[in-house]
């Protein structure tokens, strides 16, 4: 059976729905798994972000095993790993149990986080990369709303939380389905020699001409022996290793976990009641999606560099208008408003910009031969960020304050300006192989030209 071209790309995204959901799905559930369970405070945090270190270990695995067996297979593996952790996690007797499910489960997680976009980014044409590649926060965002509402529509039932957790189970079932439907990623077909292969499946995807066009390029760029972790540091992928890796860290570390994680928190923190925050987290999950459907229909109008910059400098001072607003209001009537309105501000501008640019670029920039092992290691670098920022919330918003905390982060969030204008390179409009041979040259400075001219734009 052949998909047709927007179901390859649905199924090709679809781990990101259950990457948003399993990781969302934990802000309302642990409430009754630690009333259950019994759990302390300790262990019910254990709970919550052991699926990070699950999530480190898919994203240093994942992406070289599918530079060796391909993407499709790691997709179907990673589909697999989410269905029986999010059954494992439901069906958990004691927290143990939970534990290892929920680590189990974060393996799919963090394959996942690498492995979506580099599928997308190596199926998609390159003057449509950003806005397909995008589909995975698209996906991650609308995961995490089903999450929400999971979690206020299963709050009274007796297996509350079961429910909740073990929901995920079903869209990985589809994936898992849809993956043996997948074809392969053609790139990854010709590097191991089957170039009618890839070629069949381009032309599903593309005219004749530009399935032509691009088999030749991607033949250019598939001699290449494969790499190896030392190639990854080598002195020519320098640049995407900078650039990969700042974006990765500074991505978490301007905060949009504690908005996610912690938003009914933060919420409360403002004058809403707990009620009242869980169904404002639903609002703000429709708002994720919404502002993020405008984004990827957006995402390959406007430089990567540019979304970047804006994006920052909006979140940057949507903290600052948020600590001011903690500052001067306290606890006044009306406080909870401007919570949420600055919130609000903050998410649409992460969803429309860190939010899908930071992974569509990560899958842009690597040269084909360590594309697997350095997308795996920068994903890796973002989910031990996750992981500090998501530990050392509670700890830190309790030691210097609310306040404090909030201008933190937007002064990260101006550094993130200055980083991205010094360090990352342009990749709108240009093939995979054009930007690899800008590394090869030592010209990646010059994908930043405005007048800039590029094969793919000429197809």
Known sequence: MRLSKNLIYFFGALGGLLFGYDT???????????QELQLSDAEIGFVVSCILIGAVVGAVLISPLSDRYGRKKMVILTAFIFFIGALGSALSPDVLSLIISRMFLGIAVGGASALVPMYLAELAPANQRGSLSSLNQLMIMIGMLLA????????????????????????????????ILLPESPRYLVKVGKREEAEKILLNIRTKSEAEAEILEIEEQSHIEKGRLKDVFSKWVRPSVIAAFGLAILQQWMGCNTVFYYAPRILMSGGTDATSAIRTQIILGVFYVIVTVVAVSLMDRFDRRKVLMVGALAMGLS????????????????????????????????????????????GEIFPLKIRGLAVGIASLVNWVANWTVSVSFPVLEAKIGDVTLFISFGIICIIAVFFV????????????????????????????????TSVAKAI
């Open 421 to 452: 204008k010094r360090f990352v390179f342009e990749t709108r409009g240009y093939t995979l192989e054009e930007i690899e041979e800008a590394l090869v040259k030592d010209e990646t400075k010059k994908l930043n030209d405005k007048n800039r």
């Open 24 to 34: 969302g799905v934990i802000a309302g559930a642990q409430i009754f798994i630690q």
């Open 148 to 179: 929400y509402i999971a979690n206020y529509v299963w709050r009274d039932s007796p297996i509350g939380w079961e429910l909740m957790l073990g929901f995920a189970a079903v869209p990985a079932l589809i994936l898992f389905i849809g993956g």
């Open 319 to 362: 903290f600052f208008a948020l600590s001011a607003a903690f500052h001067f209001e306290g606890n006044k009537d009306g406080f909870h408003i401007f919570t949420f309105i600055f919130l609000a501000t903050y998410i649409s501008s992460f969803c429309a910009t860190w939010g899908p640019v930071m992974w569509v670029m990560i």
